[in-house]
């Protein structure tokens, strides 16, 4: 079973938009990664952030974490049209066990 | 920055037939390599961790007999569906990681379709 849980499961925007994707999760972690997906595509590690840690910069990505209600979202400042991917948070399990939530497809409509 | 070079990226077989696909880490030893599969517009399922040296560990639901996986190196780990059927086509993607290192790198991934 899936470790996250995503939402939405699809947002659309337009550019220069911001776009925020939240994610829950279940376990105790250490910490949370962020990946996109680009259609067809292996995954791009975006960010980490770790449980002592509350928000995380890297450039137009804000990452923040809140393990009391074990959720994390995404923000994308001033969103462009190559943004549109899908995103990813994953948590890492027993045994190094790097594992998905659903997914949010992102469309930034030029 | 670490690299992990998955192939085939595509690839069209029989049913009946088996199919391998490679992963290698380019740069860096991985102690530990990952097998997911990943179905259209769905999230990737994880199949599988091998380490190297030793038996793969399977998610629960995962047919160890259809899907091998061998790792035999640091830097290099194969997945093999067995008598492949239409419904084994997927995505699937190969992740690497080494000791101590937070971050996972993967594969660009393999479109398989059982014709």
């Known amino acids: 079973s899936q470790q996250g849980q995503e939402d939405p499961q699809a947002l659309s925007i337009q550019e220069g938009e911001n776009a925020t994707m939240n994610c829950s999760y279940k376990?105790?972690?250490?910490?949370l990664q962020w990946y996109r997906q680009n259609s067809g595509r292996g995954l791009v590690h975006l960010i980490l952030?770790?449980?002592?840690?509350r928000e995380k910069h890297s450039g137009r990505l804000r990452v923040t974490l809140d393990t009391s209600k074990k959720s994390s979202s995404l923000l994308i400042t001033a969103s462009r049209a190559a943004d549109t991917a899908s995103y990813f948070c994953?948590?890492?399990?027993?045994?190094?066990?790097?594992?998905f939530g659903e997914g949010t497809q992102l469309t930034v409509n030029p | 920055g670490a690299v992990v070079s998955q192939h085939p990226s595509r690839v069209i077989c029989k049913s009946g037939t088996s199919v391998k696909i490679e992963c290698r880490s380019l740069d860096f030893q991985a102690t530990t390599m990952f097998w997911y599969r990943q179905f259209p517009k769905q999230s990737l399922m994880l199949m599988a961790t091998?380490?190297?040296?030793?038996?793969?560990?399977?998610e629960q639901g995962v047919e160890k007999d259809k899907f091998l996986i061998n790792h035999a190196s640091l830097t290099l780990s194969t997945l093999t569906v067995t008598s492949a059927h239409p419904e084994d086509s997927s995505f699937y993607i190969c992740?690497?990681?080494?000791?101590?290192?937070?971050?996972?790198?993967f594969g660009s991934g393999t479109r398989l379709t059982v014709v």
């Open positions: 376990t105790s972690i250490n910490n």
């Open positions: 994953a948590t890492v399990l027993s045994g190094s066990r790097l594992t």
């Open positions: 992740s690497a990681t080494r000791t101590g290192q937070d971050g996972y790198t």
């Open positions: 952030i770790r449980s002592n840690e």
């Open positions: 091998s380490n190297e040296g030793s038996k793969a560990t399977y």
